[in-house]
């Protein structure tokens, strides 16, 4: 039986590096490849939180959320308060930012009505 095409050569003489700018093709290809397809590794250090508004771990959430409590009712108070010496327009975007304020605060409520009667019913 006859094939139709020749027997390929015995040795592959063609090579991606038969110059000098075919090598460097090569390489700028890998780095390309590294770049795009390789995850990066970060350069920077890894920060250190500052211990400035550090909360103790060693705190309760329940005692966490009642200070997250009061605060935000002292920010809507703060809100209010001062939604009263500004005109109209702005007078009425403080206001929707003390309702914003006050239902953060209604949400935290719920999280600390929800924990007290978790940490205090009897199995």
């Known amino acids: 039986m006859i094939k139709p095409t020749p027997n390929p050569p015995e040795d592959d003489a063609t090579s991606p590096y038969e110059s000098a700018n075919s090598r460097k093709f090569h390489e700028a ?8 397809l390789k995850p ?3 350069t920077d250090p890894p920060r ?6 550090l909360i103790d771990p060693n705190t309760g959430s329940e005692e ?4 997250v409590c009061e605060t935000l009712a002292s920010a809507k108070a703060i809100a209010h308060e001062f939604a009263g ?9 403080l206001l929707g930012i003390a309702q914003l304020i006050m239902l953060s605060e209604l949400g935290v409520n719920r999280v600390l009505d929800n924990f007290e009667v978790a940490a205090y019913s009897t199995p």
């Open 29 to 36: 290809a890998e780095r390309a490849l590294d770049h795009y």
């Open 40 to 42: 990066s590794t970060p």
């Open 85 to 93: 010496l500004l005109p109209t327009p702005e007078r009425t975007a």
């Open 64 to 67: 966490v959320l009642a200070n």
């Open 48 to 53: 250190d939180p500052g211990t400035m508004y």
